[in-house]
Structures are given as structure tokens and as C-alpha cells.
DNA sequence: CCAAATTAGATTGTCGACAATTTATCTTAT
DNA sequence: ATAAGATAAATTGTCGACAATCTAATTTGG
């Protein structure tokens, strides 16, 4: 399946078509992670100059994925546990802001949009129970639109440009399937309730606590590994 | 006065000494906001080829320094009062974060050096009354090395080099000279002992208060403004 | 045999020119 | 005279080649 979302919008250049396609498969894991970039042989294989290819990497760097050291090359970021505790102790932060916002900013129609989705989401879920990969689409899905509707282009711009695709990097290939499904639905009614209510302190307290139970939970993870090992 | 700060630190290539300088030039004022961007002229001005230079656009871009348009060009951006109070709800949320983090990961090594350049800040300012640049430098200072405290790297990424220029820029064109110095430093000293004491919850809450008077500021001062026009 | 220095290879950074797109100007028709 | 369309100028995006830098392999000295 493929998220077309906010990102896909218009590759009019042929660097953003080279951009978004080492995007996906460093998200996906298709160019593993630590592994060093090779400006010529990336440029031949997507069929551009190294002009094009070298502006998507500084994009690629501007959203985590890839580090540069000055004359000596770029490689693809590898994930730590610590890293990803690190990402979202900023999500928490953000987006419980973005909630605040959004519930003074978001017109009554985007707020009616949201609970549609939200219901389509659960149909989608009810027909396949289990699948995570279409929650982990439709949880971003609904964090997005909140982010949003907070009229906050910095917020929206560090959040959905900057962040998303190293979240989406963990979930992909750390196997982070987020919290657990049906929990996580009633949790995204709760807080578009709020949001509906135009109660921005709930909303903020709600989505802080969506986002620090996955954080505790990795953590918890990290420990019990830790312990194992 | 120049902020010598953890930004120019290594400008190896000549992409990054321009960067620096149109940097400099848009916080400044020199290269007026709102206004086109003409690769060529800006190219024979620095002294590059295009290539270095739109390099530096391109990171420029990263901290809302400049908006680019595809097979449009680029513009300085505009400030508004509302960009700036975008910005100062972030700043709330990220630094409180950063607070909290200090608390727990600075060494006692770094708090005493923090301690230690506030009291050259006091004997300075006690010098130079009134004298705001050096209090900018300085506040800025202060908040620059909380964040490096709290060793998130996505937040010291965030702050220090996608948002401090926007914030520079704004005290500086808008004449923003932060709050009352004397009453500045006294919360600068709260939050320094807060960290020292290693209550993380009253740092954030204190950094939260001392960012948020700014920020309350700058909406009082827009509101008699809208009232006097 | 190991370590340091030197050289060879490869990779990144920079340049100038060309192609594609946009913006401004001028023509033309209503 | 105004508006729409066509043309011309300028600007952005892309390309291939060269220069500077880094990485590695080889040589040389201890």
C-alpha cells in the first residue's frame, strides 16, 4: 500500500521525484540504515545528473534520514531506541501544542471531515483485524490532520516535513505497530471530542498521554531486552 | 557585536562561507525581508557559482530564512506579528522540554560553567546599562546551552539550527529587545538553579513562564497597536 | 613484521553551458 | 482602449567536466 498523504502533493522537478523515491526506500528499508550513499551510483540508477541527486540529499538531511559530513559522503541514519524515546519526547510536546490550536483554529467542517475519517478507519479495521500496516497509514492520517488544522505553519512544517518519515522509518523497520489498535481508536475519538468541544487544555492532556503511552511502552520494551540480553 | 555561537564554527566549504554571509545579511537587514532572490546576482556578489549558492538556498529555506517556489524563485520572508507568536508557542513547548531534559542529563561540569557565564552577563550588563545587543547575545547564549543540555539531538537540531535565525531576525527587525534585562537575568537564575537542584518539572515550568511573558508581551503590544491604527 | 609515509584511486565540491519553464513585453483583435 | 494571445527576455533546473579533498592500497623505513 502506498500513503500518498500531504507529501506526494506535485513532483514537478525532477529532483523531488528523486527525492521521494530514496524517501521510500530508506523508509522502507529497500537502502538499509548505516549504509554509506554513493553519489554516482545513486544518480545512475535514478537516471539523473548529480545536480538533482545532490539537492535531494540535502532534503533527505533536512528530515533525518541521511547525515552528511562535509567532503567525506553521507550515510543513512541508523536507529537507535534512544533515538526514537528522543522523537517522540518532541512529538508529546507538539503535538499536545498542535491540539490546543487546533481546537480554537479548526473549522467546524475540518472537525466533521476528521470523524468521518475516523469512521472509515474503523471499518476499514473491523474487515481487517489485525492488519497493522492500514492503522499505522490512518494513525498518521489523523495526526496529520490535527497538525494541520493548527494553523501553525512552523509546527506543521517541523512536524509533517522533518519528523514523520523518521517515525515512520522506526515503525517500518523496528516493527512498531504503535499502541494497541482498538485502544488507539478510542483514544483518537477522545480526542476529537475535545477538539469538537473546543476544550484545547483536554485535547492537549489527551493527545500527550496517546503519544507517552507508545513512548513508555518502547521503553519498557528497551528494558525488557536490555534485561534479556 | 558578532554571535560567534556553535553556528560558524567550521566554514570548510564555500558553500557554507555564503551561506553565513546571506545569513547574516537577511537577519540583519541587509537583504530586505519580503524581497526576490536572484540566484545569478547573488552569485556574482559572493563570488560563487550557482552551484555552492543553491546549496545555501537550500538550507536557508530549512531555517525559514527564505520560501521557495519551484521554477519560481525565491523570496526573504515576511515577518508578521503572528509568525512571531507561532514561533514563541514552539519555543514555549521545546525549551520546557529541553528544561526538563537539562535537569537530568547535564553534568554538574556544565551547570557550573552556565552558572559561571551568568555572572559575566550581570557584570557586563551592570557596565553597559541599557546596552540590549549584548543582552540578546547573552539571553540567547543562555537558552543555547540549556538545549545543548539536554543532549535530544533532534531538539538541538530543531532550535538551534532551524528556528534561532527566525528569532534573531525578528528581535532585531522588529525591534524585540526581549524582556527587561534585570528581570531576565533573575529568571535565568531560577531556571539555572531549578536544573542545578535537578527538579526538572520546575525548570520546564519556569522556562515555560519566562518564554510565555515574551510571548504575552508581544500579543499586548499587537493589541494596542491594532487599537492606535 | 609492524608502523609511518607516500602514492593511487575514488568521491565530493565547484564551475560554465544548455534546456525547460516562467515572467514580461509586444502585437492583435474585439 | 482593453483583453487576449503570441513572442521575447530572463530565470530556474539540469547536465557533463574539472578541481579539491578524502579514503585505501602500496611502499618504505625501523
Chains 1, 2 share one sequence.
Request: charged content about 30%.
Amino acid at each position: 500500500m502506498q500513503i500518498v498523504s500531504p507529501l506526494e502533493r506535485s513532483a514537478i522537478t525532477s529532483s523531488d521525484r528523486v527525492l521521494f523515491e530514496i524517501q521510500r526506500a530508506i523508509v522502507e528499508g529497500n537502502i538499509a540504515a548505516g549504509c554509506k550513499i554513493s553519489e554516482p551510483e545513486l544518480a545512475k540508477r535514478f537516471n539523473v545528473s548529480r545536480a538533482p541527486l545532490r539537492e535531494a540529499l540535502a532534503r533527505l538531511e533536512r528530515c533525518h534520514l541521511i547525515e552528511r559530513i562535509p567532503n567525506a559522503g553521507a550515510r543513512v541514519v541508523t536507529l537507535s531506541p534512544e533515538g526514537l524515546i528522543s522523537l517522540y519526547q518532541i512529538r508529546e510536546e507538539l503535538e499536545g501544542l498542535a491540539c490546543r490550536l487546533a481546537a480554537e483554529q479548526m473549522p467546524d467542517s475540518e472537525i466533521e471531515d476528521l470523524r468521518e475519517l475516523l469512521d472509515k478507519h474503523l471499518e476499514t479495521q473491523r474487515v481487517r483485524e489485525g492488519e497493522s500496516y492500514y492503522q499505522e497509514a490512518g494513525d498518521l492520517d489523523f495526526h496529520y490532520r490535527i497538525i494541520l488544522g493548527s494553523k501553525n505553519q512552523y509546527l506543521i512544517n517541523m512536524l509533517c516535513d522533518e519528523l514523520y518519515y523518521l517515525v515512520r522509518m522506526y515503525r517500518v523497520q523496528m516493527g512498531m505497530n504503535g499502541p494497541r489498535v482498538s485502544r488507539a481508536f478510542d483514544e483518537h475519538k477522545a480526542i476529537i471530542n475535545a477538539i469538537a468541544n473546543r476544550d484545547g487544555e483536554l485535547a492537549d492532556l489527551l493527545m500527550r498521554r496517546h503519544i507517552g503511552a507508545s513512548r513508555k511502552n518502547i521503553e519498557l520494551r528497551l528494558q525488557t531486552e536490555k534485561e534479556t540480553s
